[in-house]
């Protein structure tokens, strides 16, 4: 069974910095593609990064490029999101995902966490 449990989140000004972290159990996360998905008050979901499951490539939305960057540890089995030069509009709930459970704004299976808060503010 698929367990993802994200930690990290918290309160930053603009500018700051933040890692994010999702401990996988169940399975190692090698086995799939791996998904940042955010949703930010009153709007839907809005995938942020993603990891192929051979490690090799990651992919960015255009709102995060160049601020974000999405790892992993497979020893450690963790997904990890480091954030840097964070904005107001990056405050929103943060998933961790299998690429599996999420498609086209919606979550189409169960494999995510509950999500951890990112709210960035003066």
């Known amino acids: 069974e698929v367990h993802l449990v994200e930690s990290g989140g918290g309160s930053v000004q603009p500018g700051g910095s933040l890692r994010l972290s999702c401990a996988a159990s169940?399975?190692?996360?090698?086995?799939?593609?791996m998904l940042w998905v955010r949703q930010a008050p009153g709007k839907g979901l809005e995938w942020v990064s993603k990891?192929?499951?051979?490690?090799?490539?990651?992919f960015y939305a255009d709102s995060v490029k160049g601020r974000f960057t999405i790892s992993r540890d497979i020893a450690e089995n963790t997904l990890y999101l480091q954030m840097n030069s964070l904005k107001p509009e990056d405050t929103a709930m943060y998933y961790c995902?299998?690429?599996?459970?999420?498609?086209?704004?919606?979550?189409?299976?169960?494999?995510r966490g509950q999500g951890t808060q990112v709210t960035v503010s003066p």
């Open positions: 990891i192929n499951n051979d490690g090799l490539s990651t």
């Open positions: 169940g399975f190692p996360i090698t086995t799939y593609a």
């Open positions: 995902a299998t690429a599996t459970s999420y498609c086209s704004g919606s979550w189409c299976g169960s494999g």
